[in-house]
C-alpha cells in the first residue's frame, strides 16, 4: 500500500495546484468580466441593450409603413392598368392623339417653311409677299 501511497500523493499533489490555479483564473476571469459601470464591457451591454429596443421600435413602425407601402403600390398598379387601357391602340384616346401629333407634326413644317422663307426675305415682314 506504502508504494501506491508514494506514487497518488504527487499526483493528488498536482491535481490540488491545478485545482487551485483553476479557481484563481476563474476568479480573475470573473472580475474582468463584471459588468461595472463605465468599463468597456458595460458600455457594449449598454450599446447592446439600446440597440435591441431600437430594432424593437423599427419592427413596430414597419409593419404599418409596409401596409401603407403595399397599398401605394397596389393603387399605383390599377393606375398603371388604366392608363395602359386607356392608351392601347384601338382607343379613341389614342386615335385622338395619334391625329393630334400629325397636326402638330404639319404646324411644325409650316413655321419651317415660313421661317425660311423669311431668313431668305426679311422685308416680307414689312412690305408682304414678292
Do not use: C, W
Not at 500500500?1 to 504527487?10: G, S, W
Not at 423599427?58 to 390599377?78: I, M
Not at 386607356?86 to 393630334?100: C, G, I, K, V
Not at 404646324?107 to 426679311?122: C, E, G, K, N
Request: glycine share 2%; hydrophobic share 40%.
Amino acid at each position: 500500500m506504502v508504494n501506491i501511497n508514494t506514487q497518488v500523493q504527487p499526483l493528488s499533489d498536482d491535481l490540488k495546484s491545478a485545482l487551485d490555479e483553476a479557481k484563481l483564473t476563474l476568479k480573475e476571469a470573473h472580475s474582468r468580466l463584471e459588468l461595472r459601470e463605465g468599463e468597456p464591457m458595460q458600455n457594449l451591454n449598454n450599446t447592446l441593450i439600446d440597440a435591441r429596443q431600437l430594432i424593437d421600435d423599427v419592427d413596430k413602425d414597419v409593419g404599418p409603413l409596409a401596409k401603407s407601402a403595399l397599398a401605394t403600390l397596389e393603387q399605383a398598379r390599377h393606375t398603371l392598368l388604366s392608363a395602359q387601357s386607356t392608351l392601347s391602340p384601338d382607343s379613341t384616346l389614342y386615335f385622338q392623339l395619334n391625329r393630334t401629333l400629325r397636326e402638330i407634326e404639319a404646324m411644325a413644317s409650316s413655321i419651317r417653311v415660313f421661317t425660311d422663307y423669311l431668313q431668305r426675305h426679311p422685308d416680307a415682314l414689312l412690305t408682304g409677299k414678292h
